[in-house]
């Protein structure tokens, strides 16, 4: 007699189900992938449907053989899901991720290797060092970089910031709190993402804790305005710390002029962070390198790979130019008093750099497709997608009845519907009522975004197999909508 927990453990039981959720993922993908009308974007239904779907109560023990009732409700999750792998899916940046990382997800689950300390993740925490430091020298940091993974951008950018509020107070905020000294502020573009006001929050400056630099009409940083901001700040009482750039912003995927925040960051003794969140993955692409050009200068980078690097969520690196400062955004000792011993500071010890104790193997999959499918193929990928972003601008900007909000900088492009039979005043519910319209029958997914000339629709092409006939029936689809 095997007890129920004997049987939830069977190997043999687990291969069974385990080749059987194979078939059923393939079979979704290739249906995901062929994209078509037979299969929505994303099928959507009422918040309150689904919570009444799902509201069945949970057994006691189960009614029927688990591996059946396994294979029913997974189908019942993949109809009912978000289809990514859709190519009109052109929405937020979320990725379609490489089947290849659903396998390996399935292998750190499986191990549950929690990485805080060496012994907890031995094989994780080595890939973890050389995904890193991989990203390093795609940025051009120097050898001395070092970093951790992370679980989001959001924990990404607070933890370069402790790490910079660590080396720039002047006094020792993480012992004594951010009162034991003057105010601090850092200095951050108006378009950066949201998790920026948060981390200084969370980090006890409160709202002035943030100081917003203006931008361009192309939403990137103006050079002049950070002198303005400091001044700003300083007249506040303020002391600013450091200064952030965004490669490229969340909206409108503008790049800021990173040598020129890195120019301004070093005359005036700032730690120097660049929110690469989406966009530092174009250090990968020969053709679009250019766009992060200054990086190499930054105090601190973060990057997500599961928006550039086709990984699912999630997985951010948090690179610091001088590794030892990785150690400073959780310090438990005074350590910008105490540098010098940091050789004798373990960097196996993950948990000693992360907000997380114990965390995911996120390096496993990134560093396994990295070796086994190759690196070109991610250069390519970005290259791909920024070079379809300016077709599909171009496109736009020569079709009269469509506006580009602002020439892409990477994959991310703004536009509007401006149909003569919708006359100006309109344009702003216009948009929203195509994007309601195209979202919810499932045709397309795509964004709004709302930009100082009015709300705009807004693409984020991550898929790496949208193809440009997709756009095409994506304008027409938004014509048809606007007669309808
Ligand atoms: C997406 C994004 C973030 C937040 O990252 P998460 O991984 O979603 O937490 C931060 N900054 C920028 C610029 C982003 O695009």
Known sequence: ???????????????????????????YLKAALGGGAAMPVLPWVPPAVNHERFATPFPEVPSQEPSGLFAAL?????EGSHHLHHPRYVGHQVTAPLPLTALCDAVSSLLNNGMAVYEMGPVAT??????????????????????????????????????????????????????????????????AHYCLARAVRIMGFGEGGLTPVDVDARFRVQPDALEAALQDATRKGRKVIAVVASAGSTTTGAFDPLEAVA?????????????????????????????????????????DAHKGLLMPALVTAVLFRDGARSFDAFAQEASYLFHGDDDARPYSDVALRTLECTKEMMSLKVYTCLSVLGTRLFEEAVTASYDQARRFAAKLQATPDFEVAVPPDCNIVCFRHTPAHVPEPGWDALQARLREALVTRGDFYLVQARLPRGAYLRTTLIHPLTRDEDLDVLLDTLREAARG
């Open 1 to 27: 007699m095997t007890t129920p927990l004997e049987a939830a453990y069977d190997p043999d039981a687990f291969r069974a189900t385990a080749h059987a959720l194979m078939d059923q993922l393939a079979d």
């Open 74 to 78: 997974m189908a019942r999750v993949l």
């Open 126 to 191: 080595a890939m973890e060092h050389h995904v890193l430091a991989w990203m390093a020298s795609r940025l051009g940091l120097p050898a001395s970089a070092r970093g951790v993974l992370t679980s989001g951008g959001s924990a990404g950018n607070l933890t370069a910031l402790l790490a910079a509020r660590q080396a720039k107070a002047g006094f020792d905020a993480w012992n004594g709190g951010a009162h034991a000294g003057p105010p601090m502020t850092v200095l951050v573009p108006r378009t």
């Open 263 to 303: 120019d301004f960051a070093q005359a005036h003794g700032l730690w120097f962070h660049v929110d690469g969140a989406h966009g530092a993955a174009a250090s990968l692409s020969p053709k679009y390198r250019a766009q992060v050009r200054g990086i190499e200068r930054a105090d601190s980078v973060v990057w």
